[in-house]
Every structure is written in C-alpha cells, then in structure tokens.
C-alpha cells in the first residue's frame, strides 16, 4: 500500500478522492495549493502524487516540475479539458499520466492502480535482454537509454515503454485501447488521447521529420505502429 498525496483546490474532489484511495488500503495526505503540496512533499516523501494543475499560487506544472527535478515519483495530473497544452507540458515534465474533469473517481482509482503496479515491477524486476537497433536508432532496455545518431534522447518512463513496445514489435498494428492495456495497464474504455500525446511527443525526439515519421506510423482508423 501507498502514501498518496492529493492536491487539489476543491475540498470534495479531495475528499472523495481520498475516500477512494483510502478504501483501497493507501494512506492519503491532502493539499489544498502548490505551496503547502511542496512542503508536505518534503516532510510526507509520498509513493504517488495526484495532482491538479489549476492551483492557486504556485500552479500544478510548476509543482511538477519541483517534485520530478528532485527525485523520480509516480505521478498523475488532473486537468480541465480545454487544457491540452498544459497536459502535454506536464508529460514532458515526468507526469506519468492525466485524468480529464469531471472524473469518475473510481476510474482515477483504477489509474493509481495500475501506476504504482507499473512501478513496483519496474523496481522489483531486473531488465534483460539487449538492445533494439534500427539504423540511427537505438534503444537499450536494460539501461532504458534512447540515442538517435549516437545522441542520447531523454524520455519519460512511459514514453520509454510506449517506444520500446511498439518497436518490439515492428509492423504490427496496435489500438489505442490496446496500446492503453498494454503500456498502462488498463483498458478503460475512457480518454485514449494520452497515448495520442505521448506519440506526438516520442516523434518530436527521435524522428528527423515528426511530420513525415519513419518510425511511429498512424494507421488511419486503426491505430499506431513502429516502421523500423
């Protein structure tokens, strides 16, 4: 079980939220604001953060940015739909993943979920196996290392598994729901637009061209894969 910070303005999203988690076997910590989140930050040293990018006084993406530049923590964003912009921004910062308002708590729930259990077993197993190499680009998952032309690409842990399980298997299609099952670890049938994201994002770092990418290919009505 986990010590989950929640950080949001609004005290019944917080206290549902937290009733959720609870019942769920975590230890919950609330913030109502970006400051008193950064201190309870340093004095809780919390397994997950849930956090609201719309916060007064130091906004969520400045909060993120603090808690990912000191250390590397499971973290899940909630933004307002209108705010794409900020939720790419967040996932570039290291936010693992986003929920749009309004909710379903328990679907947030299952989200927290499948994070922590994604972690766990990152930590717990040891990685094998070699590199995958396709011309310019190289990906090591046993050090989790990206290069393209021998220089080093810094990716976010879920960029890094969406990437290497695509190009692990090279040419097969897969569904955005599919995608979800197998690099999240659920298959809501909720928002797939974060793996939308996270490709857009992957193809700005490793592609010479992200609008003509050689690598992480749309198929128009199905989904996505790796052309390497």
Aim: aromatic share 6%; hydrophobic share 40%.
């Amino acid at each position: 079980m986990a010590k989950i910070l929640v950080v949001d303005d609004e005290p019944n999203i917080r206290e549902v939220v937290g009733l959720y988690l609870e019942r769920d076997g975590h230890t919950v910590i609330s913030a109502s604001n970006g400051n008193e989140a950064l201190k309870l930050y340093e004095r809780v040293r919390p397994d997950l953060v849930v956090l609201d990018l719309m916060l007064p006084g130091v906004s969520g993406l400045e909060v993120c940015r603090r808690i990912q530049a000191e250390r590397r923590v499971p973290l899940i964003m909630l933004t307002a739909r209108g705010e794409e912009e900020d939720r790419i921004i967040g996932l570039g910062l290291g936010a693992d993943d986003y929920v749009t308002k309004p909710f379903s708590p328990r679907e947030l729930a299952a989200r927290v979920e499948a994070v922590l259990r994604r972690t766990n077993e990152a930590q717990a197993s040891p990685v094998v196996g070699g590199a995958l190499v396709f011309e310019e680009l190289r990906i090591d998952r046993s050090t989790r290392e990206v290069t393209v032309h021998g220089e080093p690409v810094t990716l976010t842990a879920r960029e890094f598994d969406l990437l290497y399980h695509l190009a692990s298997h090279p040419r097969r299609v897969f569904t955005r729901d599919q995608l979800m099952e197998a690099v999240w670890g659920y298959a809501f049938s909720a928002d797939t637009s974060t793996v939308t994201v996270h490709i857009r994002r992957l193809r700005e770092k490793i592609e010479k061209n992200s609008t003509k990418p050689r690598y992480l290919q749309t198929v128009w009505g199905v989904g996505y894969r790796f052309g390497g």
